[in-house]
């Protein structure tokens, strides 16, 4: 189920959009200034982010370029009272993937959001980025990156890495990732998971960046932005 950010700060259009958002089966996180959308922004799971421009305590527009610079790689669709030709190239050129007028038919902006999914997707709706926070994982070009910092992985951290991104939030065992990372099936190879996670650990929790990778006592591991439970 996709999850959406809308930003927007009049408060009956972003119930509309929230509503209609939900019916129509997306997961919707709601803020309704500059500063929330970009604190959620920077801290969630995203796959796409509605962001109007004109906004309390940040404009839009900042938003927009500050989570471009960062790394963030989801699509963005700006939707705003804005429609001037500078106000579409500043918002264009600022990182929007598209650039919605209001007023505005809700489904337009359906379909338009479809659109911008389906570009994030390869053929037969396989994802082409994974995330958790402000980790980002593009699977095409094997490049991972967290707040817009690019992390060298070897071939078998950056597998290792996909495999529990795949399953955000969910604990999985030394035994299934030996299996399906290591393609091995007599459990032998447990112990090196643990070392490949300690060098996975370190070069993705560097720095300022908080905790992603998190042992699961009895389990495993998990990837995600809080502990995870069994």
């Not at 980002?136 to 910092?149: A, F, K, M, Y």
């Not at 030996?178 to 070392?195: F, Y």
Request: glycine share 8%.
């Amino acid at each position: 189920m996709p999850e959406l950010l809308v930003i927007e700060d009049e408060p009956k259009l972003l119930r509309i959009l929230q509503r209609g958002l939900q019916e129509e089966g997306y997961t919707v996180v709601a803020a309704d200034n500059g500063a929330d959308g970009y604190r959620f922004a920077s801290s969630k799971t995203l796959d796409a982010v509605i962001l109007d421009l004109m906004l309390p305590d940040r404009d839009g527009l900042s938003v927009l370029r500050e989570l471009r610079r960062e790394g963030f790689s989801r699509p963005i669709l700006v939707v705003t009272a804005r429609d001037s030709v500078p106000d579409r190239v500043a918002g264009l050129d600022g990182g929007a993937d598209d650039y919605l007028v209001k007023p505005f038919a809700f489904s337009e902006l359906l379909a338009r959001l479809r659109a911008l999914l389906r570009r994030d997707a390869i053929p037969g709706g396989e994802v082409t980025r994974l995330a958790a926070g402000n980790l980002e994982i593009d699977l095409l070009r094997r490049r991972v990156t967290r707040g817009g910092e690019e992390i060298t992985l070897t071939n078998r951290e950056f597998e290792l890495l996909e495999y529990l991104a795949r399953r955000l939030n969910e604990p999985v065992s030394r035994e299934s990732i030996v299996r399906e990372v290591w393609q091995d099936t007599t459990g032998i190879l447990t112990k090196v998971v643990d070392v490949s996670i300690n060098h996975l650990r370190r070069k993705i929790e560097r720095r300022r960046w908080p905790k992603l990778l998190h042992t699961v006592r009895g389990v495993g591991y998990c990837l995600g932005d809080a502990p995870c439970r069994d």
